[in-house]
């Protein structure tokens, strides 16, 4: 949601992608420029700027803008690695917005195969770096690495975010985590 009370909703699968804005006070639907061709797996998160931020899945490891008040997309700062699942699936993992002005985005990876990667935006700033890699101990053994693949996140009251991850794709078991203030898992 903007600002100024209207809603940004992205199509999930069509190619081209398309983007539309619910006007409240007009009750109506209208479209606008979405930011790449593809937008299946990703999501869109309001900064406290009022833009709204999106991580590229079709050109990893970018990152695009959304600005209300020209109703247009354009390039953010990109990424210090991709986040994108390697794989192929266009999968990606949650991104959350933190009260402390940073944004951290979760890596994907369906196969399995390596650790998953964070992200983290100063949004003063507007550049990435990299946060910490999910550490492997996913899965029945122990062993495996975390896959965070369209997995829940959400903010704590105390700013550390809880993260949900597991050894592949919707996998069993789910192991819990925690980004801590401090940026550490």
Known sequence: SLKDGRFLLGTCCDNPAKDFLFNPGTL?????????ESQQG????????????????????GTQLY????????NGSSLPASLADSCGSNAMGPVVVRGDNTV???????CGVNPVQTAIRDNTTGHWSAGPAIPS????SGTAPCDTADAPAVLEPDGMILFAASAGYGTTPTHMFELTL???I
């Open 28 to 36: 109506t639907w209208s479209t606008t420029g979405a930011p790449q």
């Open 42 to 61: 990703q999501g869109y998160e309001l900064l406290q700027t009022g833009r709204i931020l999106t991580l590229d899945v079709a050109a990893a490891p």
């Open 67 to 74: 600005s209300g008040a020209t109703d247009g997309w354009s």
């Open 104 to 110: 951290v985005g979760f890596g994907a990876d369906t």
């Open 137 to 140: 101990v996913c899965g029945s």
């Open 182 to 184: 401090d940026n550490t």
